[in-house]
Nanobody
């Protein structure tokens, strides 16, 4: 069983910064692509950023230049540095990891339970 736990969310003023962390634990052989998604009330969940094992990144247009995704493969951990935060960034942020649990086994997507980010004055 693989468990993903997000941390670092909270309340911040517009223009402020937060750093989210997500660690994967359990029976993990290898973690492939990891990413951050967010969901605001009554809206669809949307992609924020993804990162490969070799640090290739992809960002939603709405966060380019403000957010930075990174990872530590040895720790099976992914981070999201969020700067210049805007009220429209308010959402529950979810971590996702593509993982395999055994050598030669299939890969599955695992999701965290989310952390609330609120940007308000």
């Amino acid at each position: 069983q693989v468990l993903l736990v997000e941390s670092g969310g909270g309340l911040v003023q517009p223009g402020g910064s937060l750093r989210l962390s997500c660690g994967a634990s359990g029976s993990i052989f290898i973690t492939y692509n990891m990413g951050w998604y967010r969901q605001a009330p009554e809206k669809q969940r949307e992609l924020v950023a993804t990162i490969t094992r070799s640090d290739g990144t992809n960002y939603a247009d709405s966060v380019k230049g403000r957010f930075t995704i990174s990872r530590d493969n040895a720790k099976n951990t992914v981070y999201l540095q969020m700067n210049s935060l805007k009220p429209e960034d308010t959402a529950v942020y979810y971590c996702k990891a593509r993982v395999s649990t055994v050598v030669g086994g299939p890969a599955y997507d695992s999701w965290g339970q989310g952390t609330q980010v609120t940007v308000s004055s």
